[in-house]
């Protein structure tokens, strides 16, 4: 395809707005490159599609208006099934519960058996869109059942949500119909508020315990509901607490100039050759290793003179993942301190085997190379 040459600080050096990793529950491969580095250095410019979208394509639209319209009822919920492929996954939340298969989704939302624990639904979408190729995903501020349950009717769960999503190709990509185009749906939420917002309406056994499945479900007999677990998940909040201060000690690190002491020792010391950095999703080539995301640390040294990162909502942990929405801020040494901001959906992996290590680093932001025009435009000067 035709190429444009775009400045090697808009587009090789955004660091740390990482976007998704999809692991084994979406059986999806990511190219995997441990010397992007290298390719960065050796040019001044980074070839991309000259036609990257600086809007959200057709069908990304088509597939959050969709959203839009089934999650505010019950009635209308079931109808998200048809958006899916015949193997989709739907992860809810991930990545503690994940269903392949739309028999075993369909099951999932199934409103006849929703209506005998809620009354209805709705949810309220935050206004701004966020895609790159074929991931697409928005966030919910609000989302929330009421309750059905006799003595319990007027009792309401609500949570913040994440939704995301993964188109199956890009084939249909300029199509405004989004059926059967879905490959993968995850929910981000904190399983921890929701199971005990449940339990005060009654619609969770608190003596009852449910095991954690150990892979996608497949089979339509599942007896899950959507939000409604049934008990409460064996070893919850196992991780919470090494989720929550990886969170804080990323925080801190992306609050700091990468040229102050410490910031690379800091990082490397809560990585290792099994952590996987995407930069962002559907972009560029992921990083893997101490070695591959050293060097990329490197380049953040020589050629950013601040980051910053705001937290703009409460941290959402569910098993080993934690998340939240984050406005990040770069200045640029050589485009004379020139300023880009993105708000992003940041959310990490911590591995189970060491929690004091990454697994992965993903933050989720519109790579479009809009929020580093005015900077590019003054390297290119």
Same mark, same amino acid.
């Given at each position: 395809?035709?190429?444009?040459?775009?400045?090697?600080?808009?587009?090789?050096?955004?660091?740390?707005?990482?976007?998704?990793?999809?692991?084994?529950?979406?059986?999806?491969?990511?190219?995997?490159?441990?010397?992007?580095?290298?390719?960065?250095?050796?040019?001044?410019?980074?070839?991309?599609?000259?036609?990257?979208?600086?809007?959200?394509?057709?069908?990304?639209?088509?597939?959050?208006?969709?959203?839009?319209?089934?999650?505010?009822?019950?009635?209308?919920?079931?109808?998200?099934?048809?958006?899916?492929?015949?193997?989709?996954?739907?992860?809810?939340?991930?990545?503690?519960?994940?269903?392949?298969?739309?028999?075993?989704?369909?099951?999932?939302?199934?409103?006849?058996?929703?209506?005998?624990?809620?009354?209805?639904?709705?949810? *309220?979408?935050?206004? *701004?869109?966020?895609?790159?190729?074929?991931?697409?995903?928005?966030?919910?501020?609000?989302?929330?059942?009421?309750?059905?349950?006799?003595?319990?009717?007027?009792?309401?769960?609500?949570?913040?949500?994440?939704?995301?999503?993964?188109?199956?190709?890009?084939?249909?990509?300029?199509?405004?119909?989004?059926?059967?185009?879905?490959?993968?749906?995850?929910?981000?939420?904190?399983?921890?508020?929701?199971?005990?917002?449940?339990?005060?309406?009654?619609?969770?056994?608190?003596?009852?315990?449910?095991?954690?499945?150990?892979?996608?479900?497949?089979?339509?007999?599942?007896?899950?509901?959507?939000?409604?677990?049934?008990?409460?998940?064996?070893?919850?909040?196992?991780?919470?607490?090494?989720?929550?201060?990886?969170?804080?000690?990323?925080?801190?690190?992306?609050?700091?100039?990468?040229?102050?002491?410490?910031?690379?020792?800091?990082?490397?010391?809560?990585?290792?050759?099994?952590?996987?950095?995407?930069?962002?999703?559907?972009?560029?080539?992921?990083?893997?290793?101490?070695?591959?995301?050293?060097?990329?640390?490197?380049?953040?040294?020589?050629?950013?003179?601040?980051?910053?990162?705001?937290? *703009?909502?409460?941290?959402?942990?569910?098993?080993?993942?934690?998340?939240?929405?984050?406005?990040?801020?770069?200045?640029?040494?050589?485009?004379?301190?020139?300023?880009?901001?993105?708000?992003?959906?940041?959310?990490?992996?911590?591995?189970?085997?060491?929690?004091?290590?990454?697994?992965?680093?993903?933050?989720?932001?519109?790579?479009?190379?809009?929020?580093?025009?005015?900077?590019?435009?003054?390297?290119?000067?």
């Amino acid at each position: 395809p035709l190429t444009i040459g775009v400045s090697m600080v808009a587009l090789c050096s955004v660091v740390f707005l990482s976007a998704v990793l999809f692991t084994q529950a979406a059986s999806v491969n990511l190219e995997i490159n441990n010397d992007i580095t290298a390719k960065c250095a050796a040019t001044e410019t980074y070839p991309v599609p000259s036609d990257y979208p600086l809007v959200p394509p057709p069908l990304h639209v088509a597939v959050w208006n969709n959203f839009v319209t089934h999650i505010t009822s019950l009635d209308d919920f079931i109808g998200l099934v048809d958006l899916l492929t015949d193997d989709a996954v739907w992860c809810d939340p991930y990545p503690t519960f994940c269903f392949k298969g739309k028999p075993a989704i369909r099951s999932l939302l199934d409103p006849t058996k929703l209506k005998n624990s809620f009354r209805d639904i709705s949810g *309220q979408f935050w206004g *701004q869109l966020i895609f790159n190729n074929l991931t697409g995903g928005a966030w919910l501020p609000n989302a929330v059942e009421a309750g059905a349950k006799p003595g319990h009717e007027g009792c309401v769960v609500g949570t913040k949500n994440f939704v995301e999503w993964r188109l199956a190709s890009e084939q249909d990509i300029n199509s405004t119909d989004a059926t059967g185009q879905i490959a993968e749906v995850r929910w981000y939420y904190d399983i921890d508020s929701i199971v005990k917002q449940q339990t005060e309406c009654a619609l969770i056994d608190p003596t009852k315990t449910i095991p954690l499945p150990d892979g996608p479900i497949t089979n339509a007999d599942h007896g899950f509901l959507h939000h409604l677990l049934g008990g409460i998940p064996v070893d919850i909040n196992k991780y919470r607490d090494a989720v929550t201060l990886m969170l804080q000690t990323m925080v801190d690190l992306l609050s700091k100039p990468p040229s102050s002491e410490g910031w690379l020792e800091g990082w490397l010391n809560i990585v290792s050759n099994d952590t996987t950095w995407c930069d962002p999703y559907g972009t560029y080539p992921c990083n893997k290793g101490i070695e591959a995301i050293t060097g990329f640390l490197n380049y953040s040294i020589a050629n950013f003179t601040t980051l910053r990162m705001d937290v *703009q909502s409460e941290s959402h942990i569910t098993g080993t993942m934690g998340g939240r929405l984050v406005d990040f801020t770069i200045t640029y040494k050589e485009a004379h301190n020139c300023m880009s901001t993105t708000h992003e959906h940041a959310y990490i992996e911590i591995d189970p085997r060491n929690t004091s290590k990454l697994l992965f680093n993903n933050f989720f932001f519109i790579d479009n190379q809009q929020p580093q025009t005015s900077c590019t435009k003054r390297f290119n000067a």
